[in-house]
Nanobody, 125 residues
Framework: QVQLVESGRGLVQAGDSLRLSCAAS????????MAWFRQDPGKERKFVAA????????TYGDSVEGRFTISRNYAKNTVYLQMNPLKAEDTSVYYC??????????????????WGQGFQVTVTS
């Protein structure tokens, strides 16, 4: 059974750093792209960052480039999102996703087959 499980600290202050983790299990991820999206109430899921499991190449959304870093630990089957410095507008529900390489664009939510349950991050100013 495929599972993506997000974890991290849920409440932080503006200017702080935060690392989210996504533990991936249930299949081999060699031919997959892993990503983070975020979603606010009543809005569409927005692309944050993506990484190729095989070669580690990365892509970022415009609003986070230069502040967020996506990485993966091959041995632990875990993907990370390092966020700093955080801003109040980074408050959102963050989702981990996995999609086959070559299937659509990295920034499009429909390119992903598997999703985590979501993790609320609240940044206080």
């Amino acid at each position: 059974q495929v599972q993506l499980v997000e974890s991290g600290r849920g409440l932080v202050q503006a200017g702080d750093s935060l690392r989210l983790s996504c533990a991936a299990s249930g299949r081999s991820w060699d031919t997959y792209r892993m990503a983070w999206f975020r979603q606010d109430p009543g809005k569409e899921r927005k692309f944050v960052a993506a990484i190729s499991w095989r070669d580690g190449s990365t892509t970022y959304g415009d609003s986070v480039e230069g502040r967020f870093t996506i990485s993966r630990n091959y041995a632990k089957n875990t993907v990370y999102l390092q966020m700093n410095p955080l801003k109040a507008e980074d408050t959102s529900v963050y989702y981990c996703a996995a999609g086959a390489l070559g299937r659509g664009l990295a920034k499009t939510a429909t390119s992903y087959d598997y999703w985590g349950q979501g993790f609320q991050v609240t940044v206080t100013s």
